[in-house]
């Protein structure tokens, strides 16, 4: 069981570092799918379905890493995770030698991630207790691994454009990071208890919250659009305008991850603010939730526009980004939203179960770009965006509805 914390407020900062330096080390990856599309001639569909495998590992490290940090403690598995995304990077570094370095790489980054997002987030959450702002935890989770996902792919693509070893130097960046956080995690608070019963006891690969009936209804159905609207905009529509900056492909792609998780950072204080006012108090009116898929979907038309034109040169690639800050905007909003919402719905007892299973069901999402891709000869980008929108527009009739109907009943 959590138990208050016995130090100052500031401690949170040392948890957060850590969950920066792995959502570098996580997204980091997306400017480089594209060098290896260049310069190693691999698909578009097999670099982003590499660019997705990391959800194979993220899914189970969410899901049994949440619950285990419940039972024997925070600290030893956040510092677990920053440590194996150590060992992913440099297996990454061995990419250039073949997929399979690169599909491991992955696979052991989404392990990392999964594990220091679940509880570290609920670390985050717990270490600011003392703070009287309400929602402080979530909002401060959050920046933390947006901040790593923006930073990681902008400083991996100028390296990669511009630097040496193409292959190997982006990654070291976020190996200096992650040395710096594993120190730092030494001195930060404990703030679980040690349940007795021991490691595997007490159901501890229970999933939680599916007996809620508001988790189910709409957080859960919401999630997936969470990472959906940012991995669509950092890694699939930069792909459709690389060719018109061939001589600056590769920083684009990175400057595009950043713009949209920097926009996810930049929209959470008035987020924030919309989920303390009394109408966002209202549960069967959630304005963020509306607000956040309305952004998705008016950010994917437009966007379904722009490559249906395919005739505006430098321009599509600036449109992009535009584009990107609307995405950007309804991932923050969303990651605020769902955050928020399980904080709120979770007991102390399942605080970091509840928030693995909504993150792994965030997680989903990043199979977006390779579903995209893959359909490629199915239909054309613009009509599958176009297709897309559409489920973002069934999303917020399902979701309000249930959301009206959960509020009646509680």
Do not use: C
């Not at 703030?191 to 999933?207: A, E, Y």
């Amino acid at each position: 069981m959590a138990t208050p914390p016995r130090t100052h407020k500031e401690t949170w900062s040392r948890a957060a570092l850590a969950l920066t330096a792995v959502g570098w080390g996580a997204n980091q990856f997306a400017p480089m799918v594209l060098l290896y599309r260049e310069r190693m001639g691999v698909s578009a569909s097999a670099a982003e379905a590499i660019f997705g495998l990391y959800a194979a590992g993220l899914v189970p490290g969410l899901l049994i890493a949440g619950p285990l940090s419940d039972r024997v403690g925070r600290r030893p598995v956040v510092a677990f995770a920053v440590l194996l995304s150590m060992i992913s990077g440099v297996v990454l570094m061995l990419g250039s030698h073949g997929l399979g370095w690169l599909s491991t790489g992955r696979v052991l980054m989404g392990i990392a991630s999964g594990a220091a997002f679940s509880a570290g987030s609920a670390w985050v959450k717990e270490l600011s207790a003392t703070n009287a702002v309400a929602g402080a935890g979530a909002r401060r989770a959050s920046i933390a691994m947006t901040a790593g996902f923006g930073i990681g792919p902008l400083i991996a693509g100028v390296l990669v454009q511009w630097g040496p070893a193409a292959y190997e130097v982006p990654y070291i960046p976020q190996l200096i990071l992650a040395a710096a956080a594993l120190f730092l995690l030494a001195g930060t608070p404990e703030t679980v208890q040690r349940w007795p019963s021991g490691i595997l006891g007490g159901g501890l690969l229970r999933l939680r919250g599916f007996s809620d009936r508001r988790f189910v209804g709409v957080v859960l159905p919401m999630a997936p659009w969470v990472f959906g609207a940012a991995t669509i905009a950092m890694v699939y529509l930069p792909g459709l305008s690389a060719s018109h900056v061939k001589g600056i492909s590769l920083v684009f792609a990175g400057t595009a991850a950043m713009v949209t998780a920097m926009s996810g950072v930049a929209i959470q204080p008035f987020a924030r603010r919309v989920a303390a006012s009394p109408a966002g108090q209202d549960r069967a009116r959630p304005r963020l939730l509306t607000l956040g898929l309305a952004l998705v979907t008016v950010g994917t038309l437009a966007e379904a526009g722009v490559a249906a034109l395919n005739s505006l040169g430098a321009w599509q690639a600036v449109l992009t980004l535009v584009v990107a800050v609307v995405m950007g905007f309804g991932y923050g909003i969303l990651l605020v939203f769902g955050l928020a919402e399980v904080q709120r719905l979770a007991p102390p007892e399942d605080l970091a179960g509840m928030t693995a299973v909504f993150q792994a069901f965030t997680y989903l999402g990043f199979a977006a770009p390779y579903l995209l891709s893959a359909l490629k000869n199915v239909a054309s980008p613009s009509t599958l965006l176009l297709a897309v929108a559409a489920l973002g527009v069934l999303t917020i009739a399902v979701t309000v509805r249930n959301a009206r109907v959960t509020a009646k009943q509680s």
